[in-house]
Each structure stands twice: as C-alpha cells, then as structure tokens.
C-alpha cells in the first residue's frame, strides 16, 4: 500500500555553520556545527535520523504497532511517540521507572499522543535485550515492531551514515555524543564508505560512565553490517566528560551550555549536546587537533530533555 512521511514536515539537508568560540586555540581551526537539532522541533537530531529507516519499513509493510524503551526523559521516546501520533500508529512505551504520580514532561507528551505506556522496574527493563524477554513480548504484542533502546537498530546505522553524503566540505574530524552507540556506529559506516583519503576519525563523547561498554555497544552494530574492523574509519571515544553519568551535570556545565546559547546563538542542554561542546573545547585546548584542521560538531538535538 502507498505510504508517505510528508505529515511530519522532516526538514533536510541540516545546516552546517561555521563556529568561532573564544575558547583557546579556536583561532587556529576551522570548527563546524552540524545542526540536526534543526531538523525539526520535536524530532529534533539523531532521534529522526535513527528512526527514519525504521519507520519507513513499518509503514511499507503494513505496521500498525511499534514497542520501544527508554527511560522517563527519553529523547528516542518523545520522538518517536511523536512520529506514531502524526503518523497514526499505535506506540507501546516500556519505561524505566515508577513515573505513575510525578509524570516528566516527556511522558506527558507521549500521553497527549496518545501512547500505551507501560512502566517497569529497574531489574525488569535490564532485559530489554534479552531473547527470552523479548519473545515473551512479542507473543503479548503480535505484529508489533520493535525498536531497541535509543532507536539504535540496525536500521539506525543506514539512517545516519547519510549525514556524510550530506556535507558540503570534508571534514578532518567529527565529534559527536555517544549514549546508545547507534549514532558513532551510523558516522562510521558513513565515513567508511568514503575514499580512504578523505575518510574524517570519528571520536565519540562518552555521555556516561560506560568506558567498553559503548565500544562493545559500537563494535556490535558494525559488526552486524559485516563491518570488520579493518575495514573502519578511525574511531575512537573520550571517557573523561561524562560528568560522573548520564543525565548528571554540575554548575559549571550549566554555566556553560547557557555561554554557548547565548555567545554563539546555539541552544545546547547538559545531557547531550553540552557535553559534546564542552569535550570539544577542553581537546582544542589540549592541542589534540593539528592547526588547520576542519572539525565537525554534530548537535544532535534532544533539547526537550533539559525540560523541567
């Protein structure tokens, strides 16, 4: 049956804007912003970009439910229960948490959208990987679809390695926030599908204390593309920004974040984004980048989730 994604007013390609901080050692590099949280102002960043794919494939084969996860701020749940809403497809919500009488803005959202939401405790959505738990869901939900945690399916990888034919001028390096590991993978597999020679390192900033478990996450969904590792682009993640764990902050990463918006006209939040610009401009003044060098930031969006 004929389908279409016109309701959701998707607005690609993203801009790429020059930046020029007054952090130390700026002035020798080229620094670019990659503005996915333009795309749209609720699917904002790569929320769109991994569900893209996955949503296509729905809709071409008649999916009329989808299941997914994710936690009581979760950027992937707002987007996608947004989409399903415009979309007129029927979302199951498992959310880490007991949210019953303290609803965050988020599920507030999902519940004007209409979404069956289902809340689990901590042990319980541990499984939401495993086989059994899975296939135990899936005779409760038949016909249903289902994306993982973050929306980093396999699909996902397809959907944002098209960030790199998007670009209008190659790029030594492109930094982007990592959580779920579907975002570095997809930039991997993009830039290894390019000219060894013009191939940008991709470097990962560690949103969370997950110092080999994300490149187990990374190395995983590559592997699942019949990626090998030689045949990567040079990748690699920085642990050290992560603030003590997801979603943690202090005073001075809000100071700063509120810096940037209001220096650069750049709105960034301490979940993601701020934590990408802050690792950025602590590695430009260590000297990690060689003078000369073009780099990418990718802002990923997820700006709902510093909501109160």
Request: with cysteine; hydrophobic share 40%.
């Amino acid at each position: 049956m004929p389908y279409t994604l016109d309701p959701l007013q998707i607005s690609l390609p993203s801009p790429e804007q020059r930046m020029t901080p007054d952090w130390k050692n700026a002035e020798h590099l080229q620094i670019w912003v990659k503005r996915d949280d333009l795309i749209h102002e609720v699917i904002s960043g790569n929320k769109w970009r991994k569900l893209r794919q996955s949503i296509r494939y729905a809709l071409a084969n008649d999916i009329q439910h989808i299941v997914s996860f994710g936690g009581g701020h979760s950027n992937h749940l707002h987007a996608l229960g947004y989409v399903c809403s415009a979309l007129k497809l029927k979302l199951t919500a498992i959310v880490r948490g007991h949210y019953h009488n303290d609803f965050t803005p988020m599920l507030r959202d999902l519940k004007a959208w209409q979404a069956d939401i289902h809340f689990v405790d901590r042990k319980t959505y541990q499984l939401r990987d495993d086989d059994a738990y899975l296939t135990a869901l899936s005779q409760q939900y038949p016909n249903a679809m289902f994306i993982p945690e973050g929306g980093s399916s396999e699909h996902a990888l397809t959907g944002v390695s098209e960030i790199l034919r998007e670009l209008k001028q190659p790029y030594d390096y492109i930094l982007a926030p990592v959580g779920s590991g579907g975002t570095l993978a997809g930039l991997i597999t993009g830039a290894s599908a390019q000219v060894s020679d013009k191939q940008p390192s991709i470097i990962g900033i560690g949103v969370l204390k997950g110092q080999d478990y994300l490149e187990a996450l990374v190395s995983n969904l590559l592997l699942k593309q019949a990626l090998a590792p030689a045949q990567q682009a040079n990748w690699h993640i920085e642990h050290g920004f992560h603030f003590n764990g997801y979603a943690k902050s202090t005073p001075e990463l809000n100071a700063f974040c509120q810096h940037v918006n209001h220096t650069l006209g750049i709105p960034i939040e301490p979940v993601y984004s701020g934590k990408l610009f802050w690792a950025a401009k602590a590695l430009i003044e260590q000297n990690t980048f060689a003078a000369g060098s073009r780099i990418l930031l990718l802002h990923t969006g997820g700006l709902q989730g510093a909501r109160d």
